[in-house]
């Protein structure tokens, strides 16, 4: 198959996904909004802490969600289970636009707003982990991280969508601001519809693809919990990491330019929609140097430049500079960028094809669970001092660091960086090693 046919077909795989992570990152944007309109407080900080709260509820779900839809993809098929996931999400999000205000029905407001959340999060518990699978175990897509890289990046395409509706909105309609944040959460309907058109298009397809269930399969986190347990450990600590890493950079720091470095959201917005566009080239990029230069190398050697560059990238981004804020969002975007490319993949290959949805699933979910709390934590810890966010990306590049350097304890052979695949005629070098 050509690289771009290959190109083609993982995207028509991967294309609902944007969907997925369009409403689910809204709520994020949209924070500050959020938390007036369903939180009755008199301090502004407080709604936006109870806001932030709501938001990492919806990651608490998602282990939920993970248990439930990774042993779904065991039993009945990856795809199944993908699809199912997608098509909950954006009738959970659509319901956003229109659910009334603590104004309007009182303390039913933010109770109807956090079992929104809770369907959210369960949904996305089961989306990504089933993709990561899907990409891994298609032996029609020989560079694994790059095609990961890219499956990753068509996700992205969700938050950029977010980003760049949500700046629109907010440009072109701030007369009518008190209601502009549902507006975007309306225009979701438009991609779910396009997404059950083409599941319905390819449904023969992706039914042909599903790997079939078995009776094995139904002990499936008993036989994770008692044969594979630091792999499950290991693929927890990597996704908590790389998903604070991650919302912190391209989620709460819109926030924090808002709060702290005095632009407007417009601006901050603006700046996060351009590093989103740069994060969809760079992931596919280092998933790519990944496949060829071994993927824990990269991961550690990403982290140990993070923490060179942590300091420099705060000043910038603390400078009140239009250029410099820019500057420094795309230096912490880079490097998420570098880590998520690399890093991302394993948290499929670490697992034996048998539990590899229930395994990336549930501990996918277990992480993402885990770094939910990490814009609401930042709020608090930003609040005393500004430069405590960088307290708190550190811990989590020594979370990751530490997983990086305990992935060859798990004894599981790897795919090998290809690079070395690249010997004279008659050399024998084996296919896999251990990493």
Request: proline residues 5%.
């Amino acid at each position: 198959m050509e690289p771009s046919s290959k190109v083609v077909r993982l995207l028509k795989i991967s294309l609902g996904n944007a969907l997925e992570w369009y409403d689910f990152c809204l709520f994020g944007y949209f924070a500050v909004s959020i938390g007036n309109v369903f939180f009755h407080s008199q301090s502004p900080l407080s709604n936006l802490l109870l806001a932030f709260a709501t938001f990492a509820i919806g990651f608490v779900a998602r282990p939920v969600g993970g248990f439930i839809f990774g042993y779904l993809g065991d039993r009945t098929g990856r795809y199944f289970a993908m699809n199912l996931s997608i098509i909950l999400m954006g009738l959970a999000s659509i319901s956003m636009a229109f659910l009334p205000g603590y104004a309007s029905i009182g303390v039913a407001a933010p109770i109807l707003l956090i079992l929104v959340r809770i369907i959210q999060g369960l949904s996305a518990g089961g989306q990504f982990g089933n993709l990561l699978v899907i990409t891994t175990e298609d032996k029609k897509l020989k560079n694994t991280g790059y095609y990961t890289g890219i499956a990753y990046s068509v996700s992205l395409v969700g938050f950029l969508l977010a980003a760049g509706v949500s700046y629109l909105i907010l440009h072109f309609a701030p007369a009518h601001s008190d209601y502009a944040w549902r507006i975007p959460f309306v225009i979701g309907a438009i991609p779910l519809v396009l997404h059950l058109w083409l599941s319905r298009e390819h449904a023969a397809e992706e039914e042909a693809q599903a790997p079939a269930g078995s009776a094995n399969q139904a002990n499936s986190y008993r036989q994770l919990w008692t044969e594979h347990k630091l792999a499950f450990s290991l693929v927890v600590m990597i996704s908590a990491f790389l998903g604070t890493i991650f919302y912190m950079a391209f989620t709460y720091l819109v926030t924090f330019s808002v709060e702290y470095s005095q632009i407007s959201m417009s601006d901050a917005l603006l700046i996060n929609t351009i590093a989103l566009v740069v994060a969809c080239f760079l992931i596919p990029a280092f998933g790519y140097l990944s496949d060829y230069f071994g993927r824990r190398n990269l991961f550690i050697s990403g982290i140990l430049i993070h923490l060179v560059l942590l300091y420099p990238a705060f000043t910038l981004l603390t400078s009140h500079s239009l250029f410099s804020i820019g500057a420094g969002v795309m230096l912490y975007a880079l490097m998420v960028c570098w880590l998520a490319g690399v890093a991302m993949p394993l948290c499929s290959e670490l697992f034996p094809r048998e539990v590899r949805a229930s395994g990336c699933c549930a501990s996918y979910g277990i992480g993402m669970a885990i770094c939910g709390f990490a814009p609401m934590i930042a709020t608090k810890l930003t609040s005393i001092d500004p430069g405590y966010l960088n307290y708190l990306l550190l811990a989590s590049l020594l979370i990751g660091l530490a997983a990086a350097l305990a992935v060859p304890l798990v004894g599981r052979s790897l795919p090998h960086p290809l690079r070395t695949l690249r010997q004279p005629q008659g050399s024998a070098l084996p296919m896999t090693a251990k990493v």
